[in-house]
């Protein structure tokens, strides 16, 4: 019989998707395959490959690899050991309009994880990591008033528009079968978010201890010439290394590369501009998770200038 997932973390990009990952992966009911960000659901299917493995995006600025047949996808589960719960994490789902209905046909049981982070830090997350590969190069006011479409940069404001993105998902699945957690919870109880996860994803979590200290897929800009060659490096031969190279000692070589990176403050005239634009969509994702949020819509954040 074929292997497919029970469960799928969906989104969003740069709100905790690799520490949920990381956390998850540490318990032993828990098979999550080698690679991260598959991708099947995102895209129409692809029935001219051939291959067993994953394809190389080689047209992508991350030559990701990504599963584009049902053959490569189901390789990736093979492994998992009787009485699992078996998962993926493919951020793209929930900002792809073919998601929600490939996965709704192919596994329309399937139970839906979204992890979310204030929409504004979010998009500045997400430029920072572009900075820190060296794709990006212009300011982050510039860069999230390009018009869309144009790459890089326009994931950067709309991936964060979490409320038109779920509501297929709600309006297709039910409440009952997502749910959502928020980067905030996860940061302040990280072992009460993670263990109430497993919960409702069916396993033992009373005697769960996972390891919460590790920072995972960090942003921010190089501190020198060094640290940034070797972040552009890493993206280059990633596609290589990553399939073959031990994950402890890819998170330990991650580890290290982080501490040259410093982080910057948002202007408060962008953080404003960004507000107003996800003001409607925040009152749209307080509607269908019955949460407030309007922490998120404040023009400041503790600590910035005024």
Known sequence: MVRLPDFLIIGAYKSGTTSLVEYLGQHPQVFLPWLQEPNYFAHPADSNSTARKPDIEWGSVYRRHRTNTMRQY????????????????SPEYMRSPHAVSRIHETLPNVKLVAILRNPVERAHSDYQAFVRDSIETEDFAAAVRRSPGLEPGHQYVLT???????????????????????????????????????????????????????????????????????????????????????????????????????????????????????????????????????????????????
């Open 160 to 306: 964060g528009f979490y409320g038109r993105q779920l509501k297929p998902y709600y309006d297709m699945f039910g409440a009952d079968r997502i749910k959502v957690l928020l980067n905030d919870d996860l940061r302040s109880d990280s072992l009460g978010s993670i263990r109430g996860l497993g919960d409702w994803l069916g396993v033992e979590t009373k005697e769960w201890e996972p390891n919460l200290n590790r920072n995972r897929n960090v942003s921010g800009r190089p501190g020198n010439v060094a640290v940034s060659t070797a972040f552009r490096l890493r993206r280059r031969l990633r596609p290589w290394l990553k399939p073959i190279v031990p994950q402890w000692a890819q998170r330990r070589a991650d580890g290290l590369l982080v501490t040259g990176l410093k982080r910057e403050p948002i202007a408060p005239d962008v953080r404003g501009h960004l507000v107003d634009i996800y003001r409607e969509d925040v009152s749209l994702l307080q509607a269908l998770i019955g949460r407030d949020l309007s922490g998120w819509l404040a023009n400041e954040r503790a600590g910035e200038p005024k």
């Open 74 to 89: 189901a390789a990736l589960f093979e492994d998992a050991p009787p009485g699992s719960i078996v998962g993926e994490c």
